[in-house]
């Protein structure tokens, strides 16, 4: 193929997408110059529409609307009122725990990890969890952080945000296996590692 600057940039940049390397970046660029109306026009305009109107809620870390106010609407069921948060690295993460229809509460979504590469503590909204629990008179505080060593560090680091409140904050079970992130975990694992969750402090129950 001959250097093309635009190209070269265009594929760049798909390779840096999930599960793509420069082989399939190429593949999916040649199928967009090949498809200019159908895929390239509607692709532009959604991406800017999307960069536009769409951006990470800075109390929940769900995505949302830019013109709605947060209404933890990623719990999905309105007008429902739970006292726990599960606390989660990603949306992914939230989806697989949802789809294994073992926990029913609110969500609360890092965005990362402590120790994520250029991830600040700030943008974990944690000082934003400690809000919620308060306001929301949360009973229990589930950790769903992945067993990773980043992923431990950060619970330990919300375990000890939360100290101060009178509250039950628990860690999913041992039994999810070292590294193991939970977006790619089997249902079954998911529900186990559910019922089995630890309690991490002393106060309430
Ligand atoms: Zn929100």
Redo the contacts with the bound molecule.
């Keep these: 193929m001959q250097n093309i600057n635009e190209i070269d940039e265009l594929i760049r940049l798909i390779s840096k997408l999930p599960g793509l390397g420069p082989k399939s970046a190429k593949r999916i660029v040649l199928k967009l110059i090949n498809s200019r109306d159908e895929l390239i026009k509607p692709l532009v305009k959604t991406l800017a529409e999307v960069y536009k109107n769409i951006s990470r809620?800075k109390?929940?870390g769900?995505l949302?609307a830019n013109s709605i106010e947060?209404d933890?609407s990623n719990c999905k069921i309105i007008g429902k009122k739970y006292e726990k948060i599960c606390v989660v690295e990603n949306i992914s993460d939230q989806w697989s725990i949802e789809s294994s229809n073992i926990y029913k509460g609110y969500f609360h979504i890092l965005g990362g990890t402590i120790s994520s590469a250029g991830q600040k503590k700030e943008d974990l909204l944690i000082n934003s969890l400690v809000e919620r629990v308060k306001k929301d008179k949360i009973e229990e505080v589930i950790l769903a952080t992945s067993a990773t060593v980043e992923g431990q560090t950060t619970a330990y680091y919300i375990q000890d945000s939360l100290k101060n409140l009178n509250i039950k904050i628990t860690k999913l079970a041992q039994g999810l296996p070292v590294g193991g992130e939970i977006e790619s975990l089997d249902d079954g694992t998911l529900i186990s590692a559910f019922k089995n969750r630890s309690k991490l402090n002393s106060s309430s129950d």
């Design positions: 809620c109390i929940c769900s949302k947060c933890y």
